[in-house]
Structure formats: structure tokens, C-alpha cells
């Protein structure tokens, strides 16, 4: 393990994946001029939370190639501390993206077997060590392998034991496996959460759908009320261009999303997640998280790249003093 972070606490640790994202906006078939990022949901959040002035920290695992060496200075240069392993016997994971029209987008995953699918208890338990206010995981390492998958659950377990905040984002990958799968998984997950972050079609992956409620809106109340029943506090739901709401033992808020010209929908949910935590880590409450949640997925929306156009702090007023279409002079 090299773990060039600090000694010291920090305000949101992560665990998970980091892969090389390369980007194509025609057709791949077609040869496609291909772009080189890093990719990754809880890289994704590290850099959010990061460059809104917070200490963060990401844990995971790299092969001992360029592509590990191209996130690991991609990382660093963002402010994040590192508290990673390179594999010399694994390969870096490495993700084709396509954008094949102005409204769809491909994923094209080329990571099993990757360095990062071996994330262990070790590497959790060094990343672990010198403290951390959060600890956001999501529903995506898990599915990597059996060896990540119980390093996850370790770090849920341990994490929440220690009395840290545990964030979980469910962010269900068909891709990776099915949705049965996922349920098995992340239903005793959940349990350890402090923050449930889900999208409104990711629910059911976390909490039984009720029978004889046809309605959403009475599915997703009772699905909501049943994961507080198990100890979740904080129920957050994203709703893309319809915004966000969360679901807590005090009450229920909704706030709309920012209207933005979409030039890049990659990494939305990530930017609203690092947005909510970094104002929960503020102090704020739930209404102003909400805010600076979906403040920071207009931004992500309206750049391109996964994380690329994530907001400082000092930027997070843009959006809403700017008129659109002008110039700052």
C-alpha cells in the first residue's frame, strides 16, 4: 500500500474505483476520436467535496501502469489525498464512453479482473485509520468482485461503529449485475448508512416496494419510511431534471433542479452528492443541502466530463448571478 494522504482526519473519505474514461463524441464504430479522463462515482465526489475547500481522501487500488499512474496525478493535483495500492499483476480499469447522440450515452466497461476489483480489508483498515467525518461508498464496488465486495461491507460495518457518518449511494450498474443481485447486497448494506442516496428508480434495490400502491409518489413514501424504520436518517432522492427531495424522521423537502443548458448528464448524480455532503460538512440544513446539491449537478450537466466542471466555492453563486448565454467581462 502507498499512502501518500495525511496522518491526520479528514472531513470525507472514499472508497472505490478509479478507471481511465476515454471519450468519444462520434460513433466508436466509426473511429472516434478518443479523449482520456478519469472516471470513477467516488473519485467523482472526492474532487466535488474537495474543491469545495473540504479534506478528502480516496481509497483504492491501481495497477502499476500509466493508466494508474495518469489518476493517481489527476488526484493529487485536484487536492485529494491518496491512500492507494498498485497492483503489478492487474491492469488499471479503463471505461469507453460514447456519446452517440446529443441524448444518449454508452458505457463500455472493460474492468473485470482490474487492480481495483481486489480492494481489500487491508486497504480499508489503512485508509480507515487517520479518521474521517464521512465515509461515502456506493452500490458500484460491491459489484466489482467478492473480495470488494466484503471489503465494503467491512468498511460500512466499521465505519459506522466508529460513530461516523456513513454515506451510501446505490447507484445501480446494469452493466455489472442484475438487479436481484444487487437487492441481496445492498438490502443489509443499507442498514448501516447514515445517508441513503438513491435515485427514484433505485429504491426498490434497498427497501421492499408496498403492495396495492399503484402510485409512485405512495411507493417511494413507504420505501422511504421503512428505511428510517431500519436507521437511516437521511433518505435522498435524486430526480434528475425534476431535482431532489430527501425523506427524514423530522419531515420531507423538494426542491427543483437549476435550469441549465445539458451539455453532459456523466457524473450528475456524483456533483449532487458531493454538493449535499459538502454543505452538510457546512453545517447546513437539509433545504440548503438540497441547494448546493443541485447547484453543483446543474454545473456538472452543463460541462462536459465526468467531473471536469465541478464548482470552487467561490464559483457556487455563478449559475444563479450570471444571466445565461453572456460573458463575465
Partial sequence: MTATAGSSPVDLLTLGESMVS??????????????MHVAGAESNVAVGVARLGHTVSWGGVVGADPHGEFILRQLRGEGVGLHHREDPDRRTGVMFLEQRTADVTRAFYYRSGSAGSTLSR?????ALRPGARILHLTGITPALSPEARKA????????????????????????????????????????????LIASDDELDLVAVPPAGLPEPEGQEATMAAELLEHGVREVVIKRGAAGAGVYSPEGQW????????????????????????????????????????????????????????????????????TPGGTTQR
Fill in 122 to 126: 487491508e486497504d480499508v483498515d489503512r
Fill in 152 to 195: 465494503v461491507e467491512y468498511a460500512a460495518e466499521r465505519a459506522a461503529a466508529e460513530g461516523l457518518v456513513v454515506s451510501l449511494d446505490v447507484n445501480y450498474r446494469s452493466k455489472l449485475w442484475a438487479r436481484e443481485e444487487a437487492r441481496e447486497v445492498l438490502t443489509p448494506l443499507m442498514r448501516y448508512a447514515t445517508i
Fill in 254 to 321: 423538494e426542491t427543483p433542479a437549476v435550469s441549465v443548458t445539458s451539455v453532459d448528464t456523466v457524473g450528475a448524480g456524483d456533483a449532487f452528492t458531493a454538493g449535499y455532503l459538502s454543505a452538510l460538512l457546512d453545517g447546513a440544513d437539509i433545504p440548503g443541502r438540497l441547494q448546493r446539491g443541485v447547484l453543483t449537478g446543474a454545473f456538472a450537466v452543463s460541462t462536459a466530463g465526468d467531473w471536469e466542471g465541478l464548482p470552487a466555492r467561490s464559483e457556487l453563486a455563478l449559475l444563479t448571478t
Fill in 22 to 35: 476515454l471519450r468519444s463524441t462520434a460513433p466508436l464504430a466509426l473511429g472516434g476520436a478518443l479523449t
